[in-house]
């Protein structure tokens, strides 16, 4: 098992991590004062009350995003043995991946064409072109008991 | 290959000796991330023409031990909606990759205490840089789950976001760092600064042609939340991003992991593409010429990461994702593919690079072809029907405006 040797001080640094984590919690514990009330566990909502439950639905395109990336960690996994052995395959090597590469790129460009990774917003509705003369009057809309309709 | 301390097996020395290497490793983290936050506050300080901190200690240097400390003494809240289990887990999947990440770094040259030789360096593993990837998308898990646990809505979208975020630009950040692995042939962190030794030249940056450094740059920038990329966290729209509802030593140990991964990227960096702690050596103490060049090689790219921070206002959502998706990915691979090719011969490389300009043309073109589709979808379906509807209203106001004037 001598391979798995030089794993061993990574071991070592996780439980070291998990301990300090755990020893920083134990000490919190201990010295911080507990008295929560229902306003201090409430959901943040900037100092209002909050009204609805959390939605836990967020746009699809995160998890577009999400199915995206596979392809792509696919990809980025196989590069790796290739990288480290294409001292040895030359051309072949070098053809493999190409084809690979173009296999991948080819749908890539296929999901951005169909604005699959588009997340500005969308081109706003034109103002209408008024031809009238902005004045004041025109612009400012005055309220008040003077102004002839119901504030 | 591998440390000459396990060279022989595991014994109780060499046990000593590596859990005195990961303890002190452990330690100097932590003092650098104190000196780093300190740093931090007091450069931004200085760009923006203020003092910072100035009270605990010379020079307000143990500000952040002194904010450490204040820490403990806070009230510690769980949400009532937050998952219990999950919030207090979340903590512990953001710190533990924050402190592994850091063990593949080599550090320094090979030292010799008691006949036992060792490497300056935590742990050396075989496929050292696939480590760091699955780490990396590890700790994309704390931030997810902290946010999704804490039953509030800013942590969840702040949550949201970075997850997306993370592993949109850990895919770019890969196919950077497979060029490194093209050149240098290995997965070991040690073999590729060993590889990167022989003179200035052989470093990654100029071997791979400095592209992938620059993406990679950018990438892991982006993977730490740091500006310009901290939509995370951007506080007009999101409060304080995925931690909102963490209070208390729980916010503490992100905010510590937090600068952690941001020395921890920078030494990354060094490694990968500035040779790691090699530059020249002299004779006397011939072991700490090493551990000086690694630790001024990473002081370069903290500071780097500050001045940034200063200089750059934060990018718009759609923005960060095109630069990630429809640039940098892009880039990377067609450059990993260039490499490739030009290493085989010239003709190759010169027809590759050939058909990697075909290939952008299409991308771009791509580009185009994808938002028009778009803004026709949206014309026809719920956007559109939004937007149509606030234009029969404005047509119709003005209308009404018209008439009222002809009666006038």
Redesign the interface.
């Known amino acids: 098992m001598g391979s798995l040797d030089s794993y061993l001080p990574i071991f070592l640094m996780i439980v070291l991590g998990i301990v300090f984590a755990a020893l920083s919690f134990v000490a919190s514990k201990l010295l911080a004062p507990y008295r929560p009330t229902a306003a201090k566990e409430a959901p943040y909502e900037c100092g209002i009350v909050p009204t609805h439950e959390p939605t836990y639905r967020f746009p699809v395109r995160f998890y577009l995003v999400a199915m995206i990336f596979i392809i792509f960690d696919i990809e980025i996994i196989f590069l790796f043995p290739w990288a480290v052995v294409f001292g040895q395959l030359h051309t072949f090597g070098l053809v493999e991946i190409l084809v690979f590469a173009a296999a991948v790129f080819v749908s890539f460009v296929y999901l951005i064409s169909n604005g699959a990774l588009d997340w500005g917003p969308m081109k706003r509705v034109q103002p209408i072109a008024t031809d009238e003369v902005r004045t004041t009057s025109t612009t400012v809309r005055r309220v008040g008991p003077s102004s002839g309709e119901a504030a | 290959m ?2 000459p301390l ?1 060279a022989h ?2 014994g109780l020395a060499v ?1 000593i000796i ?2 005195v ?3 002190v ?2 330690a100097v983290l932590m003092v650098a991330v104190m000196l780093m936050i300190w740093m931090e506050r007091k450069v931004i300080s200085d760009m923006q023409n203020r003092i910072g901190p100035n009270r605990a200690g010379p020079f307000g240097l143990l500000q952040s031990l002194a904010d450490g400390i204040k ?11 937050a998952d219990r289990v999950v919030f ?1 887990l979340a ?2 999947l953001t ?2 990759p ?3 990440i850091f ?1 593949i770094v080599p550090i320094g040259g090979a030292v010799d205490i008691a006949h036992h030789a060792f490497d300056l360096q ?5 496929m050292g ?3 760091l ?1 699955a780490l990396s998308s590890v700790s994309v898990y704390g931030s997810m789950l902290a946010g999704w646990s ?8 702040g949550s ?1 976001r970075a ?2 975020q993370m ?2 630009y ?2 770019a950040m ?2 950077a760092v ?2 490194v ?2 050149e240098d ?3 070991s962190t040690r073999a590729i600064v060993a590889a990167q030794s022989a003179s200035v030249l052989h470093w990654g940056v100029i071997q791979t042609g400095i592209v992938p450094f620059l993406i990679f740059w950018v990438a892991a920038t982006a993977e730490l939340n740091r500006p310009p990329f901290d939509l995370v966290e951007g506080e007009q729209e999101l ?1 304080g991003g995925f931690h ?2 963490y209070s ?3 916010f ?2 992100f905010y510590l992991a937090e600068f952690m991964n941001m020395i921890t990227m920078s030494a990354i960096m060094v490694t990968l593409f500035f040779g790691g702690p090699d530059g020249p050596g002299f004779h006397f103490l011939p072991w700490v010429w090493p551990i000086l060049w690694f630790v001024g090689k990473t002081f370069v790219f903290l500071y780097i990461y500050i001045w940034i921070r200063a200089a750059l206002p934060r990018l718009r ?2 923005q960060l ?2 630069l990630g ?2 640039r940098l ?2 880039l990377a ?1 067609g450059w ?2 260039i490499i ?2 030009f ?2 011969d010239d003709v ?1 490389g010169f027809a ?1 690079f050939a ?1 990697c300009l075909l ?1 952008a043309a ?2 771009g ?3 185009r ?3 028009r ?3 026709i ?2 014309e026809t379906t719920g ?2 029907r939004a ?2 509807a ?2 029969q209203v ?2 119709r106001a ?1 209308a009404a ?1 018209s008439e009222e004037g002809g009666a006038r």
């Open positions: 591998g440390d396990f097996g595991v046990l590596a859990i290497k990961v303890v490793v452990f820490l403990f003494f806070k009230e510690d809240l769980l949400p009532d909606k207090r903590p512990y710190l533990v924050a402190f592994l063990t935590v742990a050396d593993p075989p840089i696939l480590f990837l804490s039953g509030s809505k800013y942590p969840l979208l949201v997850s997306a592993i949109s850990e895919a890969g196919l497979a060029a692995v093209l042939h290995t997965l409060v909102t509802e208390s030593i729980r503490a140990l959502y759609d994702m095109d998706w429809k990915i892009p691979l990993l593919l490739a090719a290493r085989v190759w590759v058909g290939a299409a991308l073109q791509s580009i072809v994808g938002q589709r778009r803004q979808e949206a956007e559109g937007a149509r606030a234009k404005q047509l003005l405006r």
